[in-house]
């Protein structure tokens, strides 16, 4: 069964980074295509970011050239660089993998992300 563990969500001040990661079960990224989404309270879950295992990136137009997606395939880990942060970046930050052939989806917890002013 697939895992993804989120970790490195927490406080931080307007204009800060913070760094997430997710580790999988296994080798799930070299089958899927990678990303990030989050939900802010009361809104839908949107698209931060997504990547290939070869390192194919997209962006929303909301966090392009502040936030970076990255994939290690030897750790089996997805990380996104989060600089200049803002208040609206806020919410809970989920890791997501989808299968290339199926679409199906995998889900991680969630971490929660806070931007301060």
């Known amino acids: 069964q697939v895992q993804l563990v989120e970790s490195g969500g927490g406080l931080v001040q307007a204009g800060g980074s913070l760094r997430l990661s997710c580790a999988a079960s296994g080798s799930i990224f070299s089958t899927s295509v990678a990303g990030w989404y989050r939900q802010a309270l009361g809104k839908q879950r949107e698209l931060v970011a997504t990547t290939t295992s070869g390192g194919n990136t997209n962006y929303a137009g909301s966090v392009k050239d502040r936030f970076t997606i990255s994939i290690d395939n030897l750790k089996n880990t997805v990380y996104l660089q989060m600089n200049s942060l803002k208040p609206d970046d806020t919410g809970v930050y989920y890791c997501?993998?989808?299968?290339?052939?199926?679409?199906?989806?995998?889900w991680g917890q969630g971490t929660q992300v806070t931007v301060s002013s």
């Open positions: 997501n993998a989808k299968k290339y052939w199926t679409g199906f989806n995998y």
